[in-house]
């Protein structure tokens, strides 16, 4: 086809398109839309970065206000002028009170782009000698009919919005021409109608896409700053939204040759849009559910305290026995809490942690274990959807998908071992119960931050790739309808 | 004559091959709702029936321990999974159903689901709930929309308007032929769920929820009705297939999707949560140091201290013919439990207004108004969850003071104290409290209809040529 005639269907279009008051009316308010979007993803992602913010002072006043207060005891004979559970020097009160650190999933920069799970998984933790961090902690205190709801973010407006504006675009690009009267005029053209029709939906695809990037990436630049642009999460991200619109376009192409009428055209669009974005990933979740169900943490909380109640019933009869019922502990009497009293609970609780730790520890390898099955699957389905595909992928890209989360969180109790070590030996100390100095105090283990937005583990090139040929396959059949309508 | 024109629609929809599809199609849908909601309902039931049980068992079979200690490993207070949790199984898996009653800390509820589900539950859940909030709108619409547009397209509506019908028989007609075939499915769904509902593992509980789940089916039913009125309307109004689906698919995805999701982030901005951190940081300081001038916590430990030697006439904590430990226990369970209330009286307060601006603007949705009063009968809403959360508290407290008062004569505890701790037990609120909570809910769908009656009239008068 001559450049000429690209020339002439350019500018056609261009005034077909500038004149459907309609379809201005729609692009302006999906741009809207996406503005508010982005607007609203990067307030969230501002927000965690505030609470970041707040937890490192927080942190830091801890560690002087626990410092202090130990000066203060050395300096006065080691006497603690207030109630002993608050007494810095024993090493299990500091533990339950100022001692515990935070860890924290500082959050990525493409995170205004996708909230993913990052609204429902938590991204900081208060870890602590003695509860399981996944039994604890439920995330930041959010109304959960809000978080039913979902979130107005990019994704959310690039994954199910734009496909409809797509086929408002498209749905009668061959169909209006025969409802108009042109059809006629155009088979006797000199052009291959098959051509004309591929061309004017490639090029509302280029004023559609390009358009698209023209206003997110300076609104992201001026909301997050340039520096995302020097990542790869970002180019993928551009490459795989640039993919998904032109998937559309492909489809819409494909309806068009079947030569229907535009009601017919608006309606296959319609239902293939609700069930590949709406129905084919909730079928998918029954049969992922029936296949690799996910256990209950209720059953885990079970086993756990199963686990605590049979070795009080065996083994811990010993430790009844030397803590419990010991006159150096005292936890017989329960009148003052004496400095023996603290020793022994810690004692308890060091070994009834243990015992539940190992318990949990089975229970939790068989639930992490099953949503890695279930992610497994979604990988391999996802071709079924291009809205999922778009979904775990974006997620992928922006570090707020469940398999970056539990990479942290699986770092978290890491850490959580690592501070168990440093206090269970300070605990146990019997000969004075109370060994906790300023040195220990600076010496309490910290989270070594991590980032976690890499995404090769998600296998996004291939993903690419097989979406590429079915685009190709759709557009290659589409056309070879059209050469049949042409004669 | 209005028999005619609804056989005459009904033979035309029916001879339509895309809509034997659609129908085909949403069949198909109904059953997967009705099955996934079933097993849903069946398992998750079943497990928090037992586990409850199991839970109090390990309770009061944890052998002699402190009384402080025992009353530590505490036991669960779970949320039994509503008996219409089938239809609808609104926020249960957002807010979690099991609250650990132990001493000090105001339980919180736990173990949302969704923060062990894979990102594809953020595409909803598939029941007989979503399927009449999502789906059953698109397909009222997609046979509506070109209910009267045909005739036009076709060039037939002057031989309509010049045949022995009035308008008002053809108008009528055509809805009420678009209304068979909605409530023909309606009553099969309603059927089949009644169905699975006496075979549940709950069905002896049959009879206590067949009110809400006969209201729940008024309102789907006024829900459906007011759905095909203003398909039918706009079909009239736009006298194009195209323009008319168009219409009705931007309305269905503005109501579905946008407006609830815009307004969520709205309230989330005008109402905003509190950190957990700053949750945390504002009560450990207020239970430190006191509030309304009550002092610090070394302080108000003093007072406690002076008071209770003074009302046992003694000098000594060890001369005290009870245990004091368990005095101090139970005195700060009550002061911090004040603090605790407080906080939470603040946070549920936000949520509150949070969900008032998200119902208000289901004054520009009915479908998520519709979804509002559908949860609130299903018993699966917020406002069920706080009156389980309040419940359970309130047992936990109730706990802490028996194992407390044991505690100030006995330092060990056996099996036979444990079992006189009372087992918790949840039945969600009954049919007039449901109503009373749906009321705005229920308001703002009749303001719909009223709209949708509206635009009937409006479009009828406009069946001219």
Same mark, same amino acid.
């Given at each position: 086809?001559?450049?000429?005639?690209?020339?002439?269907?350019?500018?056609?279009?261009?005034?077909?398109?500038?004149?459907?008051?309609?379809?201005?009316?729609?692009?302006?308010?999906?741009?809207?839309?996406?503005?508010?979007?982005?607007?609203?993803?990067?307030?969230?992602?501002?927000?965690?970065?505030?609470?970041?913010?707040?937890?490192?002072?927080?942190?830091?006043?801890?560690?002087?206000?626990?410092?202090?207060?130990?000066?203060?005891?050395?300096?006065?004979?080691?006497?603690?002028?207030?109630?002993?559970?608050?007494?810095?020097?024993?090493?299990?009160?500091?533990?339950?009170?100022?001692?515990?650190?935070?860890?924290?999933?500082?959050?990525?920069?493409?995170?205004?782009?996708?909230?993913?799970?990052?609204?429902?998984?938590?991204?900081?933790?208060?870890?602590?000698?003695?509860?399981?961090?996944?039994?604890?902690?439920?995330?930041?205190?959010?109304?959960?009919?809000?978080?039913?709801?979902?979130?107005?973010?990019?994704?959310?407006?690039?994954?199910?919005?734009?496909?409809?504006?797509?086929?408002?675009?498209?749905?009668?690009?061959?169909?209006?021409?025969?409802?108009?009267?042109?059809?006629?005029?155009?088979?006797?053209?000199?052009?291959?109608?098959?051509?004309?029709?591929?061309?004017?939906?490639?090029?509302?695809?280029?004023?559609?896409?390009?358009?698209?990037?023209?206003?997110?990436?300076?609104?992201?630049?001026?909301?997050?700053?340039?520096?995302?642009?020097?990542?790869?999460?970002?180019?993928?991200?551009?490459?795989?939204?640039?993919?998904?619109?032109?998937?559309?376009?492909?489809?819409?192409?494909?309806?068009?040759?079947?030569?229907?009428?535009?009601?017919?055209?608006?309606?296959?669009?319609?239902?293939?849009?609700?069930?590949?974005?709406?129905?084919?990933?909730?079928?998918?979740?029954?049969?992922?559910?029936?296949?690799?169900?996910?256990?209950?943490?209720?059953?885990?909380?079970?086993?756990?305290?199963?686990?605590?109640?049979?070795?009080?019933?065996?083994?811990?009869?010993?430790?009844?026995?030397?803590?419990?019922?010991?006159?150096?502990?005292?936890?017989?009497?329960?009148?003052?809490?004496?400095?023996?009293?603290?020793?022994?609970?810690?004692?308890?609780?060091?070994?009834?942690?243990?015992?539940?730790?190992?318990?949990?520890?089975?229970?939790?390898?068989?639930?992490?274990?099953?949503?890695?099955?279930?992610?497994?699957?979604?990988?391999?389905?996802?071709?079924?959807?291009?809205?999922?595909?778009?979904?775990?992928?974006?997620?992928?890209?922006?570090?707020?998908?469940?398999?970056?989360?539990?990479?942290?969180?699986?770092?978290?109790?890491?850490?959580?071992?690592?501070?168990?070590?440093?206090?269970?030996?300070?605990?146990?100390?019997?000969?004075?119960?109370?060994?906790?100095?300023?040195?220990?105090?600076?010496?309490?283990?910290?989270?070594?931050?991590?980032?976690?937005?890499?995404?090769?583990?998600?296998?996004?090139?291939?993903?690419?790739?097989?979406?590429?040929?079915?685009?190709?396959?759709?557009?290659?059949?589409?056309?070879?309808?059209?050469?049949?309508?042409?004669? | 004559?209005?028999?005619?024109?609804?056989?005459?629609?009904?033979?035309?929809?029916?001879?339509?091959?895309?809509?034997?599809?659609?129908?085909?199609?949403?069949?198909?849908?109904?059953?997967?709702?009705?099955?996934?909601?079933?097993?849903?309902?069946?398992?998750?039931?079943?497990?928090?029936?037992?586990?409850?049980?199991?839970?109090?068992?390990?309770?009061?079979?944890?052998?002699?321990?402190?009384?402080?200690?025992?009353?530590?490993?505490?036991?669960?207070?779970?949320?039994?999974?509503?008996?219409?949790?089938?239809?609808?199984?609104?926020?249960?898996?957002?807010?979690?159903?099991?609250?650990?009653?132990?001493?000090?800390?105001?339980?919180?509820?736990?173990?949302?689901?969704?923060?062990?589900?894979?990102?594809?539950?953020?595409?909803?859940?598939?029941?007989?709930?979503?399927?009449?909030?999502?789906?059953?709108?698109?397909?009222?619409?997609?046979?509506?929309?070109?209910?009267?547009?045909?005739?036009?397209?076709?060039?037939?509506?002057?031989?309509?308007?010049?045949?022995?019908?009035?308008?008002?028989?053809?108008?009528?007609?055509? #809805?009420?032929?678009?209304?068979?075939?909605?409530?023909? &499915? %309606?009553?099969?769904?309603?059927?089949? +769920? *009644?169905?699975? =509902? /006496?075979?549940?593992?709950?069905?002896?509980?049959?009879?206590?929820?067949?009110?809400?789940?006969?209201?729940?089916?008024?309102?789907?039913?006024?829900?459906?009705? #007011?759905?095909?009125?203003?398909?039918?309307?706009?079909? &009239? %109004?736009?006298?194009?297939?195209?323009? +008319? *689906?168009?219409? =009705? /698919?931007?309305?269905?995805?503005?109501?579905?999707?946008?407006?609830?999701?815009?307004?969520?982030?709205?309230?989330?901005?005008?109402?905003?949560?509190?950190?957990? #951190?700053?949750?945390?940081?504002?009560?450990?300081?207020?239970?430190?140091?006191?509030?309304?001038?009550?002092?610090?916590?070394?302080?108000?430990?003093?007072?406690?201290?002076?008071?209770?030697?003074?009302?046992?006439?003694?000098?000594?904590?060890?001369?005290?013919?009870?245990?004091?430990?368990?005095?101090?226990?139970?005195?700060?369970?009550?002061?911090?439990?004040?603090?605790?209330?407080?906080?939470?009286?603040?946070?549920?307060?936000?949520?509150?207004?949070?969900?008032?601006?998200?119902?208000?603007?289901?004054?520009?949705?009915?479908?998520?108004?519709?979804?509002?009063?559908?949860?609130?009968?299903?018993?699966?809403?917020?406002?069920?969850?706080?009156?389980?959360?309040?419940?359970?508290?309130?047992?936990?407290?109730?706990?802490?003071?028996?194992?407390?008062?044991?505690?100030?004569?006995?330092?060990?505890?056996?099996?036979?104290?444990?079992?006189?701790?009372?087992?918790?037990?949840?039945?969600?609120?009954?049919?007039?409290?449901?109503?009373?909570?749906?009321?705005?809910?229920?308001?703002?769908?009749?303001?719909?209809?009223?709209?949708?009656?509206?635009?009937?009239?409006?479009?009828?008068?406009?069946?001219?040529?």
């Amino acid at each position: 086809m001559k450049l000429s005639i690209v020339r002439v269907i350019w500018n056609l279009e261009l005034k077909i398109l500038s004149r459907n008051k309609v379809l201005v009316a729609l692009f302006a308010i999906m741009l809207v839309m996406l503005l508010s979007a982005l607007w609203i993803g990067n307030s969230m992602y501002r927000k965690q970065e505030q609470t970041i913010g707040k937890i490192q002072v927080h942190e830091a006043e801890m560690l002087d206000s626990l410092k202090t207060r130990i000066r203060r005891i050395e300096a006065n004979h080691m006497v603690h002028p207030g109630f002993i559970w608050d007494d810095p020097t024993f090493a299990y009160n500091t533990a339950r009170n100022e001692g515990p650190k935070f860890a924290v999933k500082q959050p990525f920069v493409l995170q205004a782009l996708n909230v993913g799970q990052s609204d429902i998984q938590p991204f900081y933790y208060k870890v602590y000698i003695n509860k399981k961090q996944y039994l604890t902690y439920e995330g930041e205190i959010d109304n959960s009919l809000l978080q039913f709801i979902g979130n107005f973010d990019f994704a959310f407006v690039v994954i199910y919005l734009f496909p409809l504006l797509i086929i408002v675009f498209t749905y009668n690009v061959l169909s209006s021409e025969k409802e108009q009267g042109t059809w006629v005029l155009l088979k006797t053209s000199n052009q291959s109608i098959a051509r004309l029709i591929q061309l004017r939906v490639s090029i509302r695809y280029v004023l559609f896409t390009g358009l698209f990037w023209l206003l997110v990436i300076p609104i992201m630049v001026a909301l997050l700053g340039s520096s995302f642009l020097a990542t790869s999460n970002w180019w993928w991200t551009f490459a795989l939204v640039s993919l998904y619109f032109g998937f559309w376009f492909v489809l819409s192409f494909l309806v068009n040759s079947f030569s229907l009428t535009s009601t017919v055209n608006a309606m296959v669009l319609i239902f293939l849009w609700l069930f590949t974005g709406i129905l084919i990933p909730n079928v998918l979740q029954i049969g992922l559910s029936q296949a690799y169900p996910i256990p209950s943490r209720i059953s885990q909380t079970n086993e756990e305290r199963k686990a605590v109640n049979k070795y009080f019933e065996k083994d811990g009869q010993l430790l009844t026995k030397e803590v419990f019922s010991s006159p150096r502990t005292l936890i017989r009497q329960a009148s003052i809490v004496t400095p023996g009293m603290v020793y022994g609970y810690g004692v308890i609780v060091y070994k009834s942690q243990e015992i539940k730790d190992a318990a949990a520890e089975v229970a939790e390898r068989k639930l992490y274990g099953q949503i890695e099955k279930q992610q497994a699957a979604i990988q391999a389905f996802q071709l079924l959807s291009p809205a999922l595909m778009m979904q775990e992928e974006l997620s992928a890209l922006s570090g707020t998908h469940w398999f970056q989360f539990n990479a942290f969180s699986r770092d978290v109790d890491q850490f959580r071992k690592r501070t168990q070590q440093f206090y269970y030996p300070k605990m146990t100390y019997e000969s004075t119960y109370r060994t906790f100095s300023v040195k220990d105090a600076e010496a309490i283990p910290t989270f070594t931050p991590q980032s976690y937005h890499d995404y090769s583990w998600s296998k996004i090139p291939q993903a690419f790739i097989s979406y590429l040929a079915i685009m190709g396959l759709l557009g290659w059949i589409g056309h070879r309808k059209l050469l049949n309508a042409q004669r | 004559m209005i028999q005619l024109v609804i056989q005459k629609e009904l033979r035309e929809i029916f001879r339509t091959a895309k809509v034997l599809w659609l129908l085909i199609g949403v069949l198909i849908l109904m059953g997967l709702a009705l099955y996934n909601g079933y097993s849903y309902y069946a398992s998750h039931s079943a497990l928090l029936r037992e586990s409850q049980k199991v839970t109090y068992q390990q309770f009061i079979s944890q052998g002699d321990k402190n009384p402080h200690l025992g009353a530590h490993f505490g036991f669960y207070a779970y949320k039994p999974t509503a008996e219409l949790a089938m239809i609808d199984n609104g926020i249960e898996d957002y807010t979690g159903n099991s609250f650990y009653l132990e001493p000090h800390k105001r339980g919180v509820v736990r173990f949302r689901e969704v923060t062990d589900a894979t990102g594809i539950r953020s595409f909803g859940f598939f029941n007989v709930g979503y399927f009449s909030q999502f789906i059953l709108p698109l397909f009222i619409f997609l046979i509506a929309h070109n209910i009267f547009s045909k005739e036009w397209e076709n060039g037939t509506i002057k031989m309509i308007l010049s045949s022995k019908a009035t308008t008002r028989q053809i108008f009528m007609g055509k #809805l009420l032929a678009c209304l068979i075939l909605v409530f023909a &499915l %309606l009553v099969l769904l309603g059927i089949a +769920s *009644l169905g699975l =509902l /006496s075979l549940g593992p709950d069905s002896i509980h049959l009879p206590r929820i067949l009110g809400a789940y006969g209201l729940y089916w008024l309102g789907l039913t006024v829900f459906s009705l #007011l759905i095909t009125v203003i398909g039918v309307s706009v079909s &009239l %109004l736009t006298r194009n297939s195209s323009l +008319s *689906l168009v219409s =009705l /698919s931007g309305f269905w995805l503005l109501g579905v999707f946008l407006i609830p999701r815009l307004s969520s982030e709205v309230s989330k901005r005008m109402y905003p949560s509190i950190t957990s #951190l700053e949750f945390e940081n504002t009560t450990f300081h207020d239970k430190e140091y006191g509030v309304d001038g009550e002092g610090t916590k070394d302080e108000r430990r003093a007072t406690l201290e002076k008071e209770t030697l003074k009302k046992y006439g003694v000098t000594r904590l060890e001369d005290l013919p009870v245990f004091y430990i368990p005095i101090t226990i139970e005195h700060f369970e009550e002061s911090d439990g004040k603090v605790m209330d407080r906080a939470y009286e603040a946070v549920e307060m936000n949520e509150k207004k949070q969900n008032a601006v998200l119902l208000t603007s289901s004054v520009l949705s009915p479908f998520l108004a519709f979804r509002d009063f559908s949860m609130r009968m299903t018993a699966t809403d917020m406002h069920t969850h706080n009156d389980f959360a309040e419940k359970a508290e309130l047992h936990r407290r109730k706990v802490g003071v028996i194992v407390d008062d044991f505690y100030q004569k006995n330092t060990v505890a056996g099996n036979d104290f444990w079992k006189t701790v009372p087992q918790f037990a949840y039945t969600a609120p009954g049919i007039s409290w449901r109503l009373a909570s749906a009321a705005p809910a229920i308001a703002i769908l009749f303001g719909w209809t009223l709209v949708s009656v509206l635009l009937m009239f409006f479009s009828y008068r406009k069946m001219t040529v």
